[in-house]
Nanobody, 123 residues
Framework: QVQLVESGGGLVQAGGSLRLSCAASGRAFSSYSVGWFRQAPGKEREFKAAINWSGRSTNYADSVKGRFTISRDNAKNTVYLQMNSLKPEDSAVYYC????????????????WGQGTQVTVSS
């Protein structure tokens, strides 16, 4: 069992930056791939970034490439999402999720989810 807790969300102006954290507890987190998804009101949950267990492999949605960076510190059981050049359309609840398999952009591949953290970008 893995428990995930997101933090770092908040209100930021367009063009600003935020760093989200996903802190994990439970066994063998360092062997899990982790993804970041987001969901805006009235919209489906969307994949944004993922990282494999070692951190050597990452994947990004086109909409965030070059602006978001996913990383992890397995010694701290934490995965980060650095978000730069934020736009109002990035506003959403951001979720991290853990997957015991390969890196994936599909929410159905993820076994564990956090409760989410709100990101609001003002114009």
């Amino acid at each position: 069992q893995v428990q995930l807790v997101e933090s770092g969300g908040g209100l930021v102006q367009a063009g600003g930056s935020l760093r989200l954290s996903c802190a994990a507890s439970g066994r063998a987190f360092s062997s899990y791939s982790v993804g970041w998804f987001r969901q805006a009101p009235g919209k489906e949950r969307e994949f944004k970034a993922a990282i494999n267990w070692s951190g050597r492999s990452t994947n990004y949605a086109d909409s965030v490439k070059g602006r978001f960076t996913i990383s992890r510190d397995n010694a701290k059981n934490t995965v980060y999402l650095q978000m730069n050049s934020l736009k109002p359309e990035d506003s959403a609840v951001y979720y991290c999720a853990a997957n015991s398999g390969l890196i994936s952009g599909r929410s159905s591949d993820y076994d564990y989810w956090g409760q989410g953290t709100q990101v609001t970008v003002s114009s």
